[in-house]
């Protein structure tokens, strides 16, 4: 089993940035592909990065890209989202997700992955 809990959220004016952590723990995570994910209030939860086991392939969600970068410290047992030039729209709360997959394709469906945070709120005022 793995547990995931996020942090890092909270209220941002739009421009601004954060970086979400998800800190996993039950075991390590390093041969796991890690994912984030939002979901507004009765909106479907929405893909917006991956990163596979070995840190050397990522992948975003056109939302997010150019703006957004998704790392891992696998001596940290963590994944950091790093978002940049927030804008109202990016309001949701974000979901860490894990999965013991270690193919070459992106996962970017949120029924791929096994395990799920509870997540943290990221509110962007205009």
């Known amino acids: 089993q793995v547990q995931l809990v996020e942090s890092g959220g909270g209220l941002v004016q739009a421009g601004g940035s954060l970086r979400l952590s998800c800190a996993a723990s039950g075991r390590t995570i390093s041969d796991y592909t890690m994912g984030w994910f939002r979901q507004e209030p009765e909106k479907e939860r929405e893909f917006l990065a991956t990163?596979?086991?070995?840190?050397?392939?990522?992948y975003y969600a056109d939302s997010v890209r150019g703006r957004s970068t998704i790392s891992r410290v696998d001596a940290k047992n963590t994944v950091y989202l790093q978002m940049n030039s927030l804008k109202p729209e990016d309001t949701a709360v974000y979901y860490c997700?894990?999965?013991?997959?270690?193919?070459?394709?992106?996962?970017?469906?949120?029924?791929?992955?096994?395990?799920w945070g509870q997540g943290t709120q990221v509110t962007v005022s205009s």
């Open positions: 997700a894990a999965d013991d997959y270690s193919g070459a394709v992106p996962l970017t469906r949120s029924y791929e992955y096994r395990y």
């Open positions: 990163i596979n086991w070995s840190g050397g392939t990522t």
